[in-house]
């Protein structure tokens, strides 16, 4: 309890929300290591503990799990300076520990839970192709009508998500997720870095133009912009801006 706001908005109908992250991964574009982004899990659970919700951390496969360097608000490169809520977080002893040894996403239970959320980082655009049990939970938590719920390149869980008519989860929703044109900012960045040739892709592939292929009805605010949408029981955030308001939207769904 150290780690949770002990005086919180709503305490008295608790909800149980799973946020699963990456394991860490090696970009196949860059040779990097790869892994979750702070933001993408700091920020939602703070707000739903905030709220007196509870919240238990999974990953694809269990084990220890490490963050984008990029992610982490003292970095040298100060991309997410301004993340106090992370930089929070990162120096709470007791929240760091609950990365230490992660359990496996296979282990969540749906019944026990009332939302998924698939956070993003790079590590899911390489890992998540192999990470079939956490693609088949997201859809147990989608077909059981519970609140399926993916952020920024978590958003990758919808190109593998079926359902179980052998449909796209997404084909005929309405989702965001990570922009081509906040894909062509990294790209521009990197290449001016020199970390990479100029034309060749940070990412092996790009969210907006997969859902658009299986038939999702893709929507985004504009770079850099914190958005959120929701249609039906499934909600989709952006890009790593918009940890904030894809809990927000997932607090409204479940009634708080």
Known sequence: MSHKNLNQVNASKPKRVAIVISNPAVSTTTG?????????????YYKLTEKGHEVEIF?????KCEADAMSNPEDVS?????DVISRGYIHDPAFVKLLEDTKPS??????????IIIAGGQGPMFA????????QKFVEFYEAGKLAVALCHGVAVLRYAKLSGGEY?????TV???ANIEEDFADE???????LPKGKHVMPWRIEDELRKIGANYIQAGLWKGFAIRDGNLITGQQNFSGSETADVLIAAMGE
């Open 32 to 44: 990097w290591p790869v892994g979750f982004w702070w933001s993408e899990l700091t920020h939602p």
């Open 59 to 63: 990953s694809y496969f269990g084990g």
């Open 78 to 82: 100060q991309w997410q300076a301004e």
């Open 106 to 115: 296979k282990d969540i239970e749906v019944q026990q839970f009332d939302a």
């Open 128 to 135: 998540l192709e192999l990470a079939t049990d956490t693609v």
């Open 169 to 173: 989860l997404a084909q005929g929703k």
């Open 176 to 178: 965001t997720g990570f």
């Open 189 to 195: 960045a990197v290449w001016s870095m020199g970390a």
